[in-house]
């Protein structure tokens, strides 16, 4: 089977191939592989700049805007300060103004003094622990050549990370399961120590070496994974689960979160300490040879490591399964399970189910039940949304997954400030919880703002403040009267309450004491409203965080162009009400805000600002033509509707970036074409639907999305 070369995005790079400890489950030296002996110990300056290059320009030809890269071992820790230092620096050049380089390090943490740690802050570089739970669990495999334990020192090395200045780069959790282990003590060691993430690992096996079974058991991995699933549920999910967090997410038809389970593209490459590439890691466990390519980064690209057949044979999806995974109900969340436990040694190959099936597969189905997420099932009015015919309903479900996306990223920043002493993050978070605890409206109110997302996202990508919770909280809570005052930054004079209105302030301070009081008084400038038809949104022209759209935002209107604004807008809805009733009915029930363009985004925009309950529009200073201003608010709501069912759905290939905006385009076309009397539009809108039926890409429910589009054409 060929195709287009699939982007590697995930690069492994061991930079030491010895370790420190001798724990009996490790694939590298345990397991059927022994390539280690004949490597060399530390991975040499000469193969960090080949493989950095190598990365950059794969970047660049496949136009990637981040790429992640693993330090690992053995133990990377071992490579030493200096050569780790070049290493970070030889990755951070070759990937400047390419691509974002998300760097991160797998170590056992016994080496991890504050010298790297403060390494380790220069560079950005996140930090994955290895620990399989409290000290009895530990000390079962994670010992010392001598026999001695290496369960203090690793609490020291989380301790150490844990520090104000360090926890921004504590990437999480990795644990193994063993099935001997309590489950409940596990988890609660691990939750206690209060990591941003938690990674459940099954223990690497295949049908040749089956992994441990007490006797008399079926799914003795699923049963003590639902053990910890209970322990976390009951005391409220208070650290993501990665495992959990994948099931239940393929669950509703999104993606995976991790490599072992759902359909996703393999799209990791390791490079070992002699420059040659690998396929991953957990092919070790197979037999010896299991990962080779027969490339290096001297000779070849990653182009031709992404065509080599090992890595096209994890490319396809569905296809490249059993015949026994293909049929099976669960499929789509569990993926045939990792590629190396599929293996048996009869002929068969990896051409099996995983060795851990049956535990899968009670696992996939007791998540589902337990969660109510049905895997046959999209979200709600999920055809509707699709052929146009929703009255609201489903457009305010799509809301509260919005507002539950929203507060999932909300929840993820909390794990990566360390919160300084004099920031107003920490005190606007507590806030909010105390709030959600007294008033659920309130935490409502600044989840379903238009732009908290775009700024959370930018938080995480460290171009925004994550100080702006504070305007956010004190936005929902003052005009309430749910708290006395809260203390918010201001910035260019103004400290802004988003989705209500700003006050100028004359003070050279960064931040300030608001009151209610504050709104009534001269200084207030409030939000102007647009009342039209059905719908009263306000004219937000003054958020920081506004500028999400294809086009230049306008700063605050004068009140003779409201005045216009509101004029147009009352003719344009008679239009949309008219021609489209269902996308009026949907617009009615979740468009909040309309924010002034400085140009019209462009009739091939095929990106959301952000959702459907902000829209972007440009009105031209003289004679703006109401039905432009129509087709412009049903275009841009229909983004936001695909913009915000792609956090939930996993409608086509995410790497296949023309089918993504074809179906953007088609979507919005079938209902802005219903606003003009023009037959070539039209039939070009069902000359793209017909190419969008073609593609390969689209997943089970992005075909049944794409019925859904003929059927309104």
Same mark, same amino acid.
């Given at each position: 089977?060929?195709?287009?070369?699939?982007?590697?995005?995930?690069?492994?790079?061991?930079?030491?191939?010895?370790?420190?400890?001798a724990?009996?489950?490790?694939?590298?030296?345990?397991?059927?592989?022994?390539?280690?002996?004949s490597?060399?110990?530390?991975?040499?300056e000469?193969?960090?700049?080949?493989?950095?290059?190598?990365?950059?320009?794969?970047?660049?030809?496949?136009?990637?805007?981040?790429?992640?890269?693993?330090?690992?071992?053995?133990?990377?820790?071992?490579?030493?300060?200096?050569?780790?230092?070049?290493?970070?620096?030889?990755?951070?050049?070759?990937?400047?103004?390419?691509?974002d380089?998300?760097?991160?390090?797998?170590?056992?943490?016994?080496?991890?003094?504050?010298?790297?740690?403060?390494?380790?802050?220069?560079?950005?570089?996140?930090?994955?622990?290895?620990?399989?739970?409290?000290?009895?669990?530990?000390?079962?495999?994670?010992?010392?050549?001598?026999?001695?334990?290496?369960?203090?020192?690793?609490?020291?090395?989380?301790?150490?990370?844990?520090?104000?200045?360090?926890?921004?780069?504590f990437?999480?959790?990795?644990?193994?399961?063993?099935?001997?282990?309590?489950?409940?003590?596990?988890?609660?060691?691990?939750?206690?120590?209060?990591p941003?993430?938690?990674?459940?690992?099954?223990?690497?096996?295949?049908?040749?070496?089956?992994?441990?079974?007490?006797?008399?058991?079926v799914?003795?991995?699923?049963?003590?994974?639902?053990?910890?699933?209970?322990?976390?549920?009951?005391?409220?999910?208070?650290?993501?689960?990665?495992?959990?967090d994948?099931?239940?997410?393929?669950?509703?038809?999104?993606?995976?979160?991790?490599?072992s389970?759902?359909?996703?593209?393999?799209?990791?490459?390791?490079?070992?300490?002699?420059?040659?590439?690998?396929?991953?890691?957990?092919?070790?466990?197979?037999?010896?040879?299991?990962?080779?390519?027969?490339?290096?980064?001297?000779?070849?690209?990653?182009?031709?490591?992404?065509?080599?057949?090992?890595?096209?044979?994890?490319?396809?999806?569905?296809?490249?399964?059993?015949?026994?995974?293909?049929?099976?109900?669960?499929v789509?969340?569990?993926?045939?399970?990792?590629?190396?436990?599929?293996?048996?040694?009869?002929?068969?190959?990896?051409?099996?189910?995983?060795?851990?099936?049956?535990?899968?597969?009670?696992?996939?189905?007791?998540?589902?039940?337990?969660?109510?997420?049905?895997?046959?099932?999209p979200?709600?009015?999920?055809?509707?949304?699709?052929?146009?015919?929703?009255?609201?309903?489903?457009?305010?479900?799509?809301?509260?997954?919005?507002?539950?996306?929203?507060?999932?990223?909300?929840?993820?920043?909390?794990?990566?400030?360390?919160?300084?002493?004099?920031?107003?993050?920490?005190?606007?978070?507590?806030?909010?919880?105390?709030?959600?605890?007294?008033?659920?409206?309130?935490?409502?109110?600044?989840?379903?703002?238009?732009?908290?997302?775009?700024?959370?996202?930018?938080?995480?990508?460290?171009?925004?403040?994550?100080?702006?919770? $504070?305007?956010?909280?004190? &936005?929902? =809570? /003052? @005009?309430?009267? !749910?708290?006395?005052?809260?203390?918010?930054?201001? *910035?260019d004079?103004?400290?802004q309450?988003?989705?209500?209105?700003?006050?100028?302030?004359?003070?050279?301070?960064?931040?300030?004491?608001?009151?209610?009081?504050?709104?009534r008084?001269?200084?207030?400038?409030?939000?102007?409203?647009?009342?039209?038809?059905?719908?009263?949104?306000?004219?937000?022209?003054?958020?920081?965080?506004?500028?999400?759209?294809?086009?230049?935002?306008?700063?605050?209107?004068?009140?003779?162009?409201?005045?216009?604004?509101?004029?147009?807008?009352?003719? $344009?809805?008679?239009?949309? &009400?008219? =021609? /489209? @009733?269902?996308? !009026?009915?949907?617009?009615?029930?979740?468009?909040? *805000?309309?924010?002034?363009?400085?140009?019209?985004?462009?009739?091939?925009?095929?990106?959301?600002?952000?959702?459907?309950?902000?829209?972007?529009?440009?009105?031209?200073?003289?004679?703006?033509?109401?039905?432009?201003?129509?087709?412009?608010?049903?275009?841009?709501?229909?983004?936001?509707?695909?913009?915000?069912?792609?956090?939930?759905?996993?409608?086509?290939?995410?790497?296949?970036?023309?089918?993504?905006?074809?179906?953007?385009?088609?979507?919005?076309?079938?209902?802005?074409? $219903?606003?003009?009397?023009?037959p070539?539009?039209?039939?070009?809108?069902?000359?793209?639907?017909?190419?969008?039926?073609?593609?390969?890409?689209?997943?089970?429910?992005?075909?049944?999305?794409?019925?859904?589009?003929?059927?309104?054409?």
């Amino acid at each position: 089977m060929t195709g287009p070369v699939v982007p590697l995005r995930q690069l492994v790079l061991k930079v030491h191939s010895r370790c420190d400890l001798a724990c009996r489950h490790c694939y590298v030296y345990e397991h059927a592989d022994q390539s280690w002996t004949s490597r060399p110990r530390v991975i040499s300056e000469e193969i960090v700049s080949r493989t950095a290059l190598r990365l950059a320009e794969h970047a660049k030809a496949h136009g990637l805007a981040s790429v992640q890269v693993i330090l690992h071992g053995g133990e990377p820790l071992l490579a030493g300060p200096a050569r780790l230092r070049f290493v970070c620096e030889q990755l951070r050049d070759a990937l400047h103004g390419i691509a974002d380089l998300d760097l991160r390090i797998h170590t056992n943490g016994l080496q991890l003094t504050e010298r790297y740690l403060d390494l380790f802050a220069e560079y950005d570089v996140r930090v994955g622990i290895s620990l399989d739970g409290d000290r009895a669990a530990n000390d079962r495999y994670r010992l010392h050549r001598d026999g001695r334990s290496s369960y203090d020192q690793v609490l020291a090395a989380i301790a150490r990370l844990q520090q104000d200045r360090y926890r921004h780069l504590f990437a999480g959790i990795l644990c193994t399961v063993d099935v001997r282990n309590d489950p409940v003590a596990v988890y609660d060691t691990l939750a206690g120590l209060r990591p941003p993430r938690i990674d459940f690992l099954l223990p690497h096996a295949t049908w040749d070496t089956p992994p441990p079974r007490p006797q008399g058991t079926v799914t003795p991995y699923a049963d003590w994974l639902l053990a910890v699933h209970d322990r976390w549920t009951e005391q409220g999910c208070p650290v993501p689960v990665r495992l959990f967090d994948s099931v239940i997410s393929t669950l509703g038809g999104g993606p995976a979160r991790t490599e072992s389970m759902g359909l996703e593209s393999a799209d990791v490459v390791v490079v070992e300490t002699d420059g040659s590439y690998e396929q991953a890691d957990s092919l070790k466990t197979a037999y010896d040879g299991a990962p080779v390519t027969g490339r290096d980064v001297f000779r070849h690209s990653l182009d031709e490591v992404s065509r080599h057949p090992g890595m096209t044979a994890r490319q396809h999806g569905l296809d490249d399964l059993s015949a026994q995974c293909r049929g099976c109900p669960v499929v789509r969340s569990c993926g045939g399970g990792l590629f190396a436990h599929r293996y048996r040694g009869d002929g068969s190959g990896f051409d099996n189910p995983s060795v851990y099936c049956a535990d899968l597969k009670r696992l996939v189905e007791s998540l589902g039940t337990r969660t109510g997420v049905d895997a046959g099932r999209p979200v709600d009015g999920f055809d509707a949304l699709a052929d146009g015919t929703d009255d609201g309903t489903a457009v305010r479900a799509l809301a509260e997954v919005r507002q539950h996306v929203t507060l999932g990223l909300l929840k993820e920043l909390n794990t990566e400030f360390a919160r300084p002493a004099g920031k107003l993050w920490e005190p606007a978070w507590q806030l909010a919880l105390d709030l959600q605890l007294r008033d659920e409206r309130v935490l409502t109110s600044f989840l379903s703002h238009p732009y908290t997302r775009p700024w959370a996202v930018r938080c995480l990508d460290a171009a925004a403040s994550p100080d702006h919770l $504070a305007s956010l909280v004190a &936005a929902a =809570a /003052l @005009p309430v009267g !749910a708290v006395a005052s809260v203390e918010v930054p201001v *910035a260019d004079g103004f400290a802004q309450l988003p989705g209500v209105g700003r006050l100028r302030v004359e003070t050279a301070d960064q931040r300030v004491e608001l009151t209610a009081d504050a709104l009534r008084s001269a200084r207030w400038e409030p939000l102007r409203r647009l009342p039209f038809g059905e719908i009263d949104v306000v004219l937000d022209d003054i958020d920081p965080h506004r500028d999400t759209f294809a086009a230049p935002v306008l700063p605050r209107l004068t009140d003779d162009e409201v005045a216009l604004w509101r004029q147009v807008l009352v003719q $344009a809805w008679e239009l949309i &009400a008219g =021609a /489209l @009733p269902g996308t !009026a009915a949907g617009m009615s029930a979740g468009l909040r *805000a309309l924010t002034p363009l400085g140009a019209p985004p462009g009739p091939g925009t095929t990106s959301a600002g952000g959702g459907f309950a902000a829209l972007g529009l440009h009105l031209a200073p003289r004679d703006p033509e109401p039905v432009r201003a129509a087709a412009d608010l049903v275009r841009g709501f229909r983004l936001g509707i695909l913009d915000v069912l792609l956090d939930e759905c996993e409608l086509y290939d995410e790497d296949d970036a023309p089918t993504g905006a074809l179906l953007a385009d088609t979507y919005a076309r079938a209902a802005t074409d $219903a606003l003009y009397d023009d037959p070539s539009s039209a039939a070009r809108t069902r000359a793209q639907w017909r190419e969008l039926s073609d593609s390969a890409s689209l997943t089970a429910l992005g075909r049944r999305f794409v019925e859904g589009i003929g059927r309104s054409l």
